[in-house]
């Protein structure tokens, strides 16, 4: 098992799982402004060095996360140009909010599915999260909340083009416009969750018997699954048909194939190879 620390989560990697475990319990798990730097640069990190085959997003406490803390706003270097609005707001939207976007983007961008296990409140940041996310489940006592519009601001880190594509329209309205809480039994019933556990415990339990099940497959043909469903999100039927095509043209591999139905056959676990670690030009 290899583990890493750092200011608001920490990372361990055993049997080819990768869990990203949220550890500020005593703030909610706010997410402050080190987490913005430092979770898409751990999930790039998992995502280049190839010994993880799946990532679980779990937290410590009685919430997943109450989102961003407020400290983002106060350090984040946002006062307005004395003379010229217009330049705050090019710095704003160009480098500051892309920034804070980009975060979870990293998720959607890595090879390996992304499963988050949520209880407690999952609240406005935390929304932006978990959707970004490839399969979320929950706990009973979880809820969800759009909070930006509690507070007075529309959510802009990247709830609503995620949202809109997981959950029925009307419903991510509904949300977005009152800031009620979904809880988790109607949050499974609408598509937002999978599936819902008695307890925090057997929240983690079950998602990592699903991790488990997602590791004992072929790096290269689970990754192949992650490109194409989301490509197919947006895009047409036939481009999406011509896009697998080409994929499995060049990635197609017969040895893990093969593996597949000997290991079967031979009554054993299959062993594949990993997908070849990245290294990024400094």
Request: glycine share 6%; hydrophobic share 40%; proline share 5%.
């Amino acid at each position: 098992m290899t583990a890493s620390s750092y200011e608001c989560f920490t990372v361990e990697i055993s049997d080819h799982i990768a869990n990203v475990r949220l550890n500020r319990p005593e703030k909610a798990n706010s997410m402050i402004p080190a987490f913005w730097k430092e979770f898409p640069a751990a999930i790039t990190k998992i995502s280049d060095d190839a010994e993880a085959r799946v990532i679980v997003i779990s937290s410590e406490g009685k919430h997943f996360t109450s989102g961003m803390d407020i400290s983002v706003f106060m350090e984040g270097d946002l006062d307005p140009h004395p003379d010229n609005p217009h330049i705050s707001a090019e710095y704003f939207v160009h480098y500051y909010l892309a920034s804070l976007q980009h975060t979870f983007s990293a998720l959607e961008a890595a090879r390996q599915p992304v499963l988050t296990a949520s209880q407690g409140g999952v609240l406005g940041a935390g929304v932006d999260l978990i959707t970004a996310a490839d399969c979320r489940y929950a706990s009973k006592d979880a809820f969800f909340c759009i909070q930006e519009t509690v507070i007075g601001m529309t959510a802009d880190v990247g709830t609503f083009p995620r949202l809109v594509k997981v959950i029925p329209e009307g419903w991510a309205r509904q949300l977005a416009y009152t800031g009620e809480r979904l809880p988790a039994d109607k949050a499974k019933e609408i598509g937002l969750v999978n599936e819902v556990f008695d307890d925090a415990q057997s929240l983690l339990d079950g998602v990592m018997d699903i991790a488990r099940k997602i590791a004992q497959h072929a790096p290269l043909a689970v990754t192949g699954c992650k490109r194409m469903i989301a490509y197919s999100r947006d895009h047409s039927t036939d481009d999406t048909l011509n896009h697998v095509a080409a994929w499995n043209a060049g990635m197609l591999r017969p040895e893990d194939i093969k593996e597949s139905f000997t290991a079967k056959s031979e009554g054993r676990a299959p062993q594949y190879d990993s997908l070849k670690k990245v290294v990024r030009q400094t």
